[in-house]
């Protein structure tokens, strides 16, 4: 390593520690030559993940981006931000953990849905909605259909099969809402 004051190339460490919640380590080192002291960081170098676009565009992974779709998902379900700080975590060591470095954006669309259909519901169909492009009604209630059948009945009415009826008629969205 070599002093950014004198450029000598010999120094000794005087002190060592973990950095960064364990990402990195901070090491103290002082110049044998001019006596200076300075900090340097070592970090693992991860590979950069490409991710392809569904038009074929090719970009670097960028996590934040992936983040602020969660986040958007999960807004005022009470699910604490560190949560999905680590949502993303996982999706991101999982993308380094390959050994292919190109990755479609769908599979990780798919990562993030598979995440949040055990975390929480509504951010699940918030998200799927976006990323799987829903056009109409229809959308929402076959993917609403398969979270059920994914889900088990998950506490819904007795008297309904299905998450989400087709559409009520007038006097079924009253009695639905207990209006009668």
Do not use: W
Request: charged share 30%; glycine share 8%.
């Amino acid at each position: 390593m070599r002093c950014p004051f004198c450029q000598f190339t010999d120094n000794r460490v005087l002190e060592s520690r973990s950095a960064e919640s364990g990402q990195s380590v901070r090491r103290r080192r002082e110049c044998l030559s001019c006596g200076r002291r300075f900090t340097t960081y070592e970090r693992i170098e991860f590979v950069p993940v490409i991710v392809v676009k569904r038009n074929g565009a090719r970009e670097s992974f960028d996590r934040s981006k992936v983040l602020r779709g969660i986040m958007r998902a999960c807004e005022k379900t009470g699910i604490p931000h560190l949560e999905l700080e680590n949502l993303v975590d996982e999706i991101e060591a999982e993308l380094q953990q390959r050994s292919v470095r190109e990755v479609p954006s769908q599979e990780i669309g798919e990562l993030v849905l598979d995440r949040l259909q055990n975390l929480n519901e509504v951010a699940y169909i918030r998200f799927a909605s976006v990323y799987r492009q829903f056009r109409g009604i229809r959308d929402f209630v076959d993917t609403l259909n398969q979270l059920q059948g994914v889900l088990g009945n998950g506490g819904q009415s007795e008297r309904r099969g299905a998450i989400a009826p087709a559409v009520l008629d007038a006097s079924e969205q009253e009695d639905e809402l207990g209006v009668l």
